[in-house]
């Protein structure tokens, strides 16, 4: 069974720009969570979706949103990109509640 | 509020040279632990979910335990392949967002 998959791996943007970053979960997983990781604060939980539906939010500001398509991929977007948003971005999947597994990450830089 | 702490933040340990690490939680109402481990520029791997206090799991060289208030992840005879970031997460009975710790870096020493 093919893994989570994230693309691109890695991104470099420059501050105001914008960016989107896609996640194909497991098959058969419906739950898509997105995940901020920086070296500072760890890994923070931004939201998660369920069959096309944010089921849960973090505390990150309305700059960053997401979606997700009825294959259950999921997107997740930045607008006005900061110095501060440069992190490790990580998608997890998961089968409702169950074990969540984790994708290997867009590693985005913003200068 | 729910959180979670992680301790050490990092351990070194000597090739064979078996030790624990801790996870202490504070959760309304616990839906499961998850023990994950991270090498550098990767994403996190699952290892264990761990749903009631008295739970044990084991996998190779690492068993995890649960408790009311805290989860350790005993690491018997490391190697040197061993070596990575263990994260420890909640997830709480309301809502499904985990809650990580931030991490216990462990270096096996040939």
């Known amino acids: 069974k093919a893994g989570v998959t994230q693309t691109p791996r890695y991104l470099i943007k420059t501050r105001g720009q914008q960016v989107t970053l896609s996640c194909s979960p497991i098959s058969g997983h419906r739950s898509v969570s997105w995940y901020q990781q920086t070296p500072g604060q760890g890994l923070q939980f931004l939201f998660e979706?369920?069959?096309?539906?944010?089921?849960n939010k973090g505390n990150f500001p309305g700059r960053f949103s997401g979606r997700q398509f009825s294959n259950s991929r999921s997107e997740m977007n930045v607008s006005t990109l900061e110095l501060g948003d440069s992190a490790l971005y990580l998608c997890?999947?998961?089968?409702?509640?169950?074990?969540?597994?984790f994708g290997p990450g867009t590693r985005l830089l913003v200068l | 509020e729910d959180q979670v702490t992680q301790s050490p933040e990092a351990l070194r340990l000597q090739e064979g040279e078996s030790s624990s690490l801790n996870c202490s939680y504070t959760?309304?109402?616990?839906?499961?632990l998850f023990w994950y481990r991270q090498d550098p520029g990767k994403g996190p791997e699952f290892l264990f979910t761990?749903?009631?206090a008295g739970e044990e799991k084991e996998k190779e060289r690492l068993k995890a335990t649960l408790t009311k208030k805290e989860s350790f992840l005993h690491i018997t005879a490391p190697k040197p392949e061993d070596s990575a970031t263990y994260l420890c997460?909640?997830?709480?009975?309301?809502?499904?967002?985990?809650?990580f710790g931030t991490g216990t870096s462990l270096t096996v020493i040939p």
């Open positions: 959760v309304s109402g616990l839906r499961g």
């Open positions: 979706y369920f069959s096309e539906t944010q089921r």
């Open positions: 997890a999947s998961s089968f409702g509640s169950a074990d969540s597994y």
């Open positions: 761990l749903y009631s």
């Open positions: 997460a909640v997830r709480a009975n309301t809502g499904n967002q985990f809650y």
